[in-house]
């Protein structure tokens, strides 16, 4: 009955807080451990988020997904300031712990990599890595089948009335986004006359702030590895700095960047 709940029991909070099992002895491990756990709640209510908003745009609903997408926004803020409190760590702090994560790496997060599917940054290669967790690569690959978040922006444009070719709309779903003149024309015509495209303008916009937080986590990841282990290869077996430099240029809704420069 609900008067039974306590609020430790609500949350769970018994199996939350024995969750962290340090192995090191290292007094920064327990840091370690919680940074990335809560990371990946976050993620988990991100991925909540955005499928939810994906349907509404899916469906012209957008009044529902602005607010959606708007929290995601506010989560991501949290993702990158758990950057702040990692880079706490030293160098020497991480080397008593590194030996004893294996092969284990925050590239292999499912949640991660389901959140960069899902808006619209696909590369099946990267399903080969949770292979050896078939319902994790059953869902990953589900995920491909799928039209992105940006996908049904895009799809959203064209039933508006927007000038978008079929070669865009019936693309395969998990082929990497390549920039379409297309797509940026219909951008820069919402973008030139807001008031005639309002909602489209707001939806827009929240897919900016998406992707500009994003960007900021990625940038976060870089400045904290590259504070703590320097050029040093990553734990999963990445090439560490230079890998995460490289994602920095990688976008998942081009046209919405290149538009800036068209307007």
Known sequence: MAQDVTYSSYLDLDRILAAQHPVSG???????IIV????????KLCLHELFAARDHIMRDELRPS?????????AQ?????SWDVLSTMTPHDYSQVRPHLGGSSGFQSPQYRMMEFLLGGRN???????????????????????????????????????????EVLERKLDDVWVHSAAVEAAWAEI?????????????????VDLEYHFQRWRFGHLKTVERIIGFKRGTGGTPGVPYLEGVLKQAFFPELLSVRTAI
């Open 26 to 32: 290292a007094h920064d491990e327990m840091l370690f």
């Open 36 to 43: 990335h756990q809560a990371s990946e709640l976050w993620l």
């Open 66 to 74: 602005f607010k959606m997408l708007a929290r995601v926004a506010r």
């Open 77 to 81: 803020n949290q993702l990158i300031q």
């Open 124 to 166: 099946p290669d990267m399903v080969k890595m949770h292979e050896a967790t078939p319902e994790i690569a059953r869902e990953l690959r589900e995920e491909l089948a799928r039209t992105s978040l940006y996908d049904e922006a895009i799809r959203l444009l064209a039933r508006r009335g927007f000038a978008i070719p079929a």
């Open 191 to 207: 973008y030139r006359a807001p008031q005639q495209h309002w909602d489209l303008y707001e939806l827009a916009e929240k897919l």
